[in-house]
Each structure stands twice: as structure tokens, then as C-alpha cells.
């Protein structure tokens, strides 16, 4: 279940995942939040950056620098993660994930579950549309972010 | 088995990571092949950029950019890839990777030929010796590294 600090950040990963498009880059946006507190915000820099391994979760734990721990933290994510991600969420020992779109892409929900992760699937509407409008639009450079 | 490319690269990864001992890193190197073809080196980020993300598999990928595919590339790493570097090698297809030093870390050998990698155990024996020693000597740095 998604709380009220949980409904805020699902729309501040959503806000990251815009402003990455408006950028001319891939529409994907995190947060990494502690309780109510935020401690960074990213979004994919492929395009911006010329980044490969700077998916929109990869960015915000970047940005959140080097954390003593991430065991009190929850991790909000536009789309569900790629195998980086979610291997780098179990590395990271991140115990509870918020996803807001499992519909563009996913498969890797059980692989967090069985690794102890907590996986929300907050179904948000804008951010599926989003995303299901940018694959639509830009087959090759969603294929290159996911190595397709 | 190695070839004699292999034993060129995995020199340089140690290299690398002699470079981040160094300048006060964690003493861990990565070299990105395709074929004789060096695309990138890199090492660990974590002190030198306060980047938690950058492994020296991770830096690695990073330098060398976007990549239409890895399905022809080596990775070289002097020490066993963790969770998220290992995720990234599945995620990136990246078919073959050759490993300095599968002593002071390690675990994710499985997983990876799970998901069809190629893993080869170099034995590198400076490789080894030099992390153990900086494990020895720097308990809390490592740690924070591996998120312990």
C-alpha cells in the first residue's frame, strides 16, 4: 500500500521522468526518499549524457552520493527496472521499491521479491501513458537503453 | 581459457586499479574489449567522485559510452562483480568476462553463467594480493563499498 509521502514522490519520480523528456531524453525518473525525506532526484542521461549505465535509478543513487545505509530508504521509479537496476537495488540492500508503471516493461519483480525487496506497483496512469507513447515513437533509442 | 588479448587486458585492469590506489580509491579496475580492441578502462569512483554507483565495471561502461551492442565484447574486472555489476553484465549482454580475483570477493559466478555469461577465473595473482591487503587495511571503506 502507497502512503500519502509515497503519492508525493511517485509524482516527483513523474515530474524527473517529464523533465528528462523535455530534455530530448528517455521519459524515466526516480527518487530515493528517506521516510519523508528526500535525498536525490534523477532521470535517465543516456541521450543527455551520453550515459549507458545512467538509467533513471542509477541517476538518483548517483545524486544521493555515498549513503551509510540504504536500509531506511525506498526507491521510486517511473518504470520498473532493467536487470542493472534491480541488481543494483539488491547490492544497495534498498528494501522497499515503488514502481509506477509495470505495463511498458518489467520481469524483474520477482527477482526483488525473492532478494527481500517490498514491490509496489503504484499503477500510475501518466506515467504508463508516457511511456507507452515514447516506445511507440522512438523504437531504436528505447531498444538501445534496454540493449535490445 | 585466456588468450593472449586477455592476458594483455587483464594487465591493464590492474593497472587501473593500481591508479585508484593511487589517488586514494578503492584499488578495483575494469577493462572493456571488443576483441584486441580496447573500448574503455576505468576504476572505482567511490572516493574520487562520491559516486556509489561507479564500480569499476560500472566506470568502465560508462567512458565507453553508447554502444550499439556488447554481444562482441569482453569485460575485464580485477575483482568479482557484485550484485549490480552483475546485473548490468546480464542486462548489457555482455558475453564474456575475465576476472582477476574471485578471492576476496564473489558469489555471483552462478548467476551469471545462469544468464549465459562466459565467466573465466584469471587467478591473477597481484590482483588478488593487493585487494587483500587494502581489505585488511581499509575494513570500513570496503564495506561501504559492498553496502555491509
Not at 536487470?83 to 543494483?88: E, F, Y
Not at 522497499?96 to 525473492?114: A, S, Y
Request: glycine content about 8%; overall charge negative.
Amino acid at each position: 500500500m502507497t502512503n500519502e509521502a509515497d503519492r508525493k514522490f511517485i509524482e516527483l519520480a513523474f515530474a524527473e521522468a517529464k523533465k528528462s523528456a523535455d530534455a530530448g531524453g528517455l521519459p524515466i525518473g526516480a527518487v530515493l526518499a528517506r521516510g519523508e525525506t528526500v535525498l536525490a532526484c534523477g532521470h535517465n542521461q543516456r541521450v543527455q549524457q551520453s550515459d549507458p549505465i545512467a538509467h533513471g535509478e542509477m541517476d538518483c543513487l548517483r545524486k544521493a552520493g555515498r549513503q551509510t545505509t540504504y536500509r531506511d530508504t525506498t526507491l521510486y521509479t517511473t518504470l520498473s527496472p532493467c536487470m542493472m537496476c534491480s541488481g543494483t537495488i539488491v547490492q544497495f540492500k534498498i528494501p522497499r521499491l515503488v514502481i509506477n508503471d509495470t505495463q511498458n516493461f518489467g520481469g524483474n519483480e520477482d527477482f526483488l521479491r525473492e532478494h527481500g525487496v517490498e514491490v509496489i506497483d503504484a499503477a500510475h496512469d501518466a506515467s504508463i501513458q508516457m511511456m507507452r507513447a515514447f516506445i511507440a515513437n522512438n523504437a531504436d533509442l528505447w531498444n538501445e537503453d534496454i540493449m535490445e
